[in-house]
């Protein structure tokens, strides 16, 4: 089993930043890969960050070039996304998500939810102006 705990959410000013953490616990030597979703009231779960752990890999969907970056820290299990210039389309509850080696979804692109194996609680992320 794998724990994920994700911290750094909170209000933030229109234009702010914001970085937001995730650590892993558990059985953490079989991570294939960790991303980051957010779910906005109304709308569907969407990936705006993924990274696969070994390589560095990294995605990031056209919408959120250039303001979201997703960087890993192997020695402490921890992913982390930094959000620059924040708008109030960001609001969201946020999510981070881990796709072990060997999962019997290892096709499925690493922007689909149904890739990934494990997720945190999610954090609140609300912008104002």
């Known amino acids: 089993q794998v724990q994920l705990v994700e911290s750094g959410g909170g209000l933030v000013q229109t234009g702010g930043s914001l970085r937001l953490s995730c650590a892993a616990s558990?059985?953490?030597?079989?991570?294939?890969?960790m991303g980051w979703f957010r779910q906005a009231p109304g709308k569907e779960r969407e990936c705006i960050a993924a990274v696969t752990w070994n390589a560095g890999n990294t995605y990031h969907p056209d919408s959120v070039k250039g303001r979201f970056t997703i960087s890993r820290d192997k020695a402490k299990n921890t992913v982390y996304l930094q959000i620059l210039n924040l708008k109030a389309e960001d609001t969201a509850v946020y999510y981070c998500?881990?796709?072990?080696?060997?999962?019997?979804?290892?096709?499925?692109?690493?922007?689909?939810?149904?890739?990934?194996?494990?997720w945190g609680q999610g954090t609140q992320v609300t912008v104002s102006s």
């Open positions: 998500a881990l796709a072990i080696l060997g999962s019997s979804s290892f096709l499925r692109p690493l922007s689909s939810a149904s890739r990934y194996d494990y």
């Open positions: 558990g059985r953490t030597f079989s991570t294939y890969a």
